[in-house]
């Protein structure tokens, strides 16, 4: 079965520094991969998501993420981190029987 | 189009009682996951299912919990005789076939 791992649970980074998430998937197929954000007391929102398509993927609030085929990573990039990005982060991968496993998430911290 | 819907937002339950959460499923989507995530700790898989049908429920522990997802009405999942262990945020998303999960804000239950 599919699987990921985000490497780090917690990465804290400088206010206007990069950011780097780290993800790394199994899968015996191509995958469905996934990033998503979740502020405190609420649900997961969908960053980006690579299906196949371009392999570097850009979603919102500055966030992308390239697909590493030979690497089988997913890191979620942003060139400069702003105090708003302070969340928790899940990758996640999906093969086409579209069950979706999600990593344990990484806690992003911005300082000033 | 309204979200997934999660109800209760909140839920206390006295240890041996029963909890019922509900998830709603966005309009047209006919896959569900329920997914438990523990205080500081990342998602935990619990269930996937089609209308009707259980597809995958390797996350689900064997006693006390059973999930459905009815042909007309909300997803289910069920816990009984709850335990302090079993306090957490739960969390329903839905999805089409081969696509991105939406999540709902989640049930966040507490046992006393």
């Known amino acids: 079965a599919q699987s990921v791992t985000q490497l780090g649970s917690h990465v804290s980074v400088s206010e206007g520094a990069l950011v780097l998430l780290r993800c790394n998937y199994s899968?015996?197929?191509?995958?469905?991969l996934f990033w998503y954000v979740q502020y405190p007391n609420q649900g997961l929102q969908l960053l980006l998501k690579y299906t196949s398509a371009a392999t570097l993927v850009k979603g919102i609030n500055g966030f992308e993420a390239e697909f590493k085929k030979s690497e089988t990573s997913f890191h979620l990039t942003k060139p400069s981190a702003h105090m708003s990005d302070a969340a928790e982060y899940f990758c996640a991968v999906s093969e086409e029987n579209n069950d979706m496993r999600f990593g344990a998430g990484t806690r992003l911290t911005v300082k000033p | 189009n309204a979200g997934v819907m999660q109800n209760p937002r909140h839920l206390v339950r006295r240890r041996g009682q029963e909890a019922r959460l509900r998830c709603s499923p966005m309009k047209g989507h006919s896959h569900v996951y329920w997914y438990r995530q523990l205080p500081e700790e990342g998602l935990k898989f619990m269930v996937y299912l089609q209308k009707e049908n259980i597809i995958d429920e390797s996350g689900m522990p064997k006693e006390r919990f059973s999930a459905e997802f009815p042909k007309e009405g909300p997803s289910i999942l069920r816990i009984q005789q709850v335990v302090r262990g079993d306090s957490a945020a739960y969390f329903c998303?839905?999805?089409?076939?081969?696509?991105?999960?939406?999540f709902g804000q989640g049930t966040r239950l507490t046992v006393v």
């Open positions: 998303a839905s999805s089409r076939l081969n696509t991105e999960a939406f």
């Open positions: 899968s015996s197929v191509p995958p469905y």
